[in-house]
């Protein structure tokens, strides 16, 4: 992943506590997130080789604890109006399982952007 985030000129940042690599883009300035947070998200899913596998352009709400562990550690870096780039070992995501078009111990490489908490 450190090497992916080197070759495309991402600014990231390794998780001490959780080992995945994010940049926030934006902070935001609003509400934060909490593990029982439902959050409202304008997201792109992509595998490293570029190919989006999901893609939201209107907001959409989960229960940050139906989400995958990736988006319940990474998701709270930021608050309401903020927007971060997450890049997720298997494990975080879908692990030694395919789902839909991510094949099994697919690294995920997610935009998202934190619309609304409650």
């Given amino acids: 992943m450190r090497a ?7 600014p990231i940042v ?18 934060e997130v909490n593990s ?13 080789n570029g190919t989006v596998f999901d893609f939201k352009d209107t907001p959409v709400n989960f229960d940050l ?6 988006w319940q550690a990474g998701i ?6 903020g927007k971060i780039r997450l890049l997720l070992p298997s ?5 030694n ?3 839909g078009p991510v094949p099994a111990n697919s690294v995920l490489d997610f935009d998202v952007e934190l619309v609304d908490v409650k």
């Fill in 14 to 31: 390794k998780d001490p506590k959780y080992n995945f690599f994010y940049q926030i883009i934006a902070p935001g300035s609003g509400a």
């Fill in 76 to 81: 709270p870096l930021i608050k309401k109006g």
């Fill in 65 to 70: 604890t139906g989400t995958i562990s990736g």
């Fill in 36 to 48: 029982l947070s439902t959050v409202s998200v304008i997201y792109k899913g992509r595998l490293l």
């Fill in 91 to 95: 494990f975080y995501g879908f692990g």
């Fill in 4 to 10: 992916f985030a080197v070759a495309n000129s991402i």
């Fill in 97 to 99: 399982q395919a789902n």
